[in-house]
Structure formats: structure tokens, C-alpha cells
């Protein structure tokens, strides 16, 4: 019944016991669990449950509420691993976990000796077991990876800039060497994601793989997704302005509720990814993108761009080390009643970025027999454009400087 002797039973520490032995406090917010881009916040009650402020849910364990969180986000997600997710003012709360112990029994071994040699023993009321991996999963992903493996990275980041390498399993058609010599690449060639195996750093991380649906796997698609033309139109438009690789961030609402994204922001990098410098810009590739083979994609005769979105599955807990599985995604579309002031905007800075470059398209030249490359590019637009047409001489000016700028 003593606040020591809980350490040695299955009961373990629970949040109650942080809280009466003054290493928590009560209050709203103070919870947070980060995982694969979404974050998620709670309130800690006196009675040592949280409340997730999202839905006014009431947990009664770190564990609990994790493992709600992580199935939202990943449906095959087995176990929450609560006291190493759930962080209490921006810390761990295995971190306090370990500081009670080290208060209460100062000669008990570390808290991960304990940990490893018996699992339950650190289990609190309600708890899965807790693999230690996950802990590892969850920092590197917030891009808090533990402090040797930063240093190495940035040993290795080093000696790349004094001595660059292809890697052995580098595609025809990656974006390195001069822009011009680029542009007669051949395309990158898709591989099955079955022959991927599990990470290699010797892998081109740039490697294309075919994306699967979720019928040839047994599954149903676990959220839903709608994506409004004013993005379509900015993403489209990007992408026909150079025949490099472009990339971009796209942003807009979750509703726990319904299980529905609703893309309304799209935020176009202007950076040229062939350029190493200027690429490192780009901090990280985004959640959901939704990329297209490209504009002048030799399979796709038709004017109209083909957006193809998709999403990348995590892998199963039990082959943490295999590459997620990129999966086709369906989208549902929202028509625009006007363009934006940010959208019209974009489309002019993206102008001014590319002007000049060598992978500009040249818009005044032939695309087909009878149509340039802006024709095409007025063509694929016309579908995305709104029924509102007063910002139709708005992209005509923006037209006539593509002109200009090829």
C-alpha cells in the first residue's frame, strides 16, 4: 500500500502517484503526443486521467489515449506505448517516471535496466508492454534523434560536401549534375515495393515506387480526403513551369470527427531540388503530398495534368525497419467560387523564380502539332479555374510574363 512498494507490483507508477508526490500538476494543455506530423493536446486531472481537449474524451491511462491518437493517424497501430509518447510540459513521461524512482529507491538500477530486464515492472495501471523502439520511432520523426546519431549525420553531411558519391543504388534519370545536362535524363522507372526489403542507406532515397491501392491489400482506405481547385490550380501551375522535379507543402483541417482532410492551402518551395544547396532548403517532404508524374508525362497524351495522391503507410510494429507502403489515396474535389489574392500572388513569385532558369519551359514552342506549351498549360488550368471570371485578365498578365520570362 506504500508509495514504494508500488514500484514492485504489476500496478506500477501511475500518473495518481506523480501527482500526489508533487513531480505533476493538474492543469489544461500540459499533455502533448507528437506522431507521424499530427499532434494531439490533453488536459491533466487531479484524479490522474486526461481529457483530450479535441473531443473532451477521458482517459484513464498515457497509454489509453496514445493508443486512440496513433490508430486515428495509423489504423495498424497495436500499442500507444504511452509513457514514452505522452509528454508533460514538452518532457517525456517516462523522464518523470524515472525521476520518482530515483527519489524513491536511489539504489534501484536505471530505469531502462529495469525496463529491459522486466517490462512490467514499469507498467503503469492499464498498460501494454512498451517496446523500446518506439521511443526511437517517435524522436527521429520529430526530428529529435538522440544525440550520437545527430553527430554522426553531421559527420557524414561533412564529408559529403568535400567528397561527393553516388549512391550504388542511384536510378537513370536522378537530379544531379548540371540543370542542362539534367533535362536529357531518362525518367526514373518505378520499382514494386516488394523488392524494396527493409532500409538500406545504400538506396537512393530519391527511388520512385509504385504506389498500391487498398483493395489489393484487403483494406479500406482509413480517412478521407478533399482538396479544393484553388490548390489543384497553384500545384498544377508549378509544376508546368519547369521540367525539373518540384515540391511544395500542403495545408488545411482535420476533423477528428468524421475522419476528413480538407486541403485548402498549397505552399509552393521555390527551390530547384537539382540544385544540393538550395535544396537543403526544403526542410522535410511533406505528410501528404500529392505529386503527378509531371505535366509533359509522355503516358498522358491529354492536355489536363494527372494528379495521382497518395499516402505512405508506416510498417507494422513487428518490421519496424521495412519501408512504409506508398498507398493511392481517393480525393474528393471542391470547386473554388474565385481565386484568392494568395493564389494569383504565388503564381506571380513562382514567375519571377524561374525566369531565366535552363529548366524553364519555353511556352512560346510547339507541344503538340498544333498547340505550345501554353496552350497546354491553359488547358490543363481550365478545369481548376472557378466560375467567378473577373480574375480572368489577372492571368492573362501572369501568362503574358511566362512569355516573356522563355
Not at 470527427?257 to 544547396?277: H, I, S
Amino acid at each position: 500500500g506504500s508509495t514504494r512498494g508500488a514500484v514492485l507490483t504489476r500496478r506500477g507508477i501511475t500518473l495518481r502517484v506523480l501527482l500526489r508526490d508533487g513531480l505533476l500538476e493538474p492543469a489544461r494543455g500540459v499533455l502533448s503526443i507528437y506522431y507521424l506530423g499530427k499532434k494531439f493536446v490533453g488536459d491533466l486531472g487531479t484524479d490522474g486521467t486526461i481529457t483530450w481537449q479535441e473531443t473532451g474524451q477521458v482517459f484513464n491511462s498515457p497509454s489509453a489515449w496514445a493508443t486512440h491518437c496513433k490508430r486515428l493517424v495509423n489504423p495498424a497501430k497495436k500499442s500507444g506505448c504511452g509513457w514514452a509518447s505522452v509528454r508533460y510540459k514538452g518532457q517525456k513521461l517516462d523522464q518523470y517516471k524515472a525521476a520518482w524512482l530515483r527519489k524513491h529507491q536511489p539504489n534501484a538500477p536505471p530505469a531502462e535496466e529495469v525496463a529491459l530486464c522486466c517490462p512490467q515492472s514499469l507498467a503503469s495501471e492499464g498498460e501494454e508492454e512498451e517496446m523500446p523502439e518506439e521511443e526511437e520511432e517517435e524522436a527521429t520523426r520529430e526530428g529529435r534523434a538522440p544525440v550520437p546519431e545527430l553527430a554522426a549525420t553531421k559527420k557524414m553531411e561533412e564529408k559529403s560536401k568535400k567528397q561527393p558519391c553516388k549512391s550504388l543504388a542511384e536510378p537513370t534519370g536522378s537530379d544531379h549534375g548540371p540543370p542542362e545536362k539534367r533535362l536529357e535524363n531518362k525518367p526514373r522507372v518505378p520499382v514494386r515495393y516488394c523488392t524494396l526489403g527493409t532500409r538500406d542507406s545504400a538506396r537512393n532515397p530519391q527511388t520512385l515506387v509504385e504506389v498500391t491501392s487498398f483493395a489489393a491489400i484487403n483494406k479500406f482506405q482509413p480517412f478521407n480526403v478533399a482538396i479544393s481547385s484553388n490548390v489543384l490550380l497553384l500545384l498544377d501551375f508549378h509544376s508546368h513551369l519547369t521540367r525539373s522535379e518540384v515540391v511544395g507543402y500542403l495545408g488545411g483541417r482535420w476533423d477528428t470527427n468524421t475522419q476528413l482532410l480538407t486541403v485548402l492551402r498549397a505552399f509552393p518551395c521555390r527551390t530547384r531540388l537539382g540544385d544540393a544547396e538550395a535544396a537543403s532548403a526544403v526542410e522535410e517532404e511533406p505528410h501528404l503530398s500529392l505529386p503527378s508524374p509531371g505535366p509533359y508525362y509522355h503516358g498522358n497524351p491529354g492536355v489536363e495534368s494527372k494528379i495521382a495522391p497518395f499516402w505512405v503507410m508506416p510498417p507494422p510494429e513487428q518490421r519496424p525497419n521495412d519501408y512504409g507502403i506508398p498507398m493511392d489515396v481517393e480525393v474528393a474535389y471542391i470547386q473554388d467560387g474565385f481565386l484568392t489574392n494568395d493564389v494569383l500572388q504565388e503564381m506571380t513569385l513562382l514567375v519571377e523564380f524561374y525566369k531565366g532558369a535552363p529548366d524553364l519551359v519555353k511556352f512560346q514552342e510547339l507541344w503538340s502539332q498544333d498547340q505550345t506549351y501554353l496552350d497546354k498549360l491553359k488547358g490543363s488550368l481550365a478545369s481548376r479555374t472557378p466560375k467567378d471570371q473577373s480574375f480572368t485578365h489577372i492571368l492573362e498578365q501572369i501568362y503574358s510574363l511566362l512569355k516573356l520570362s522563355s
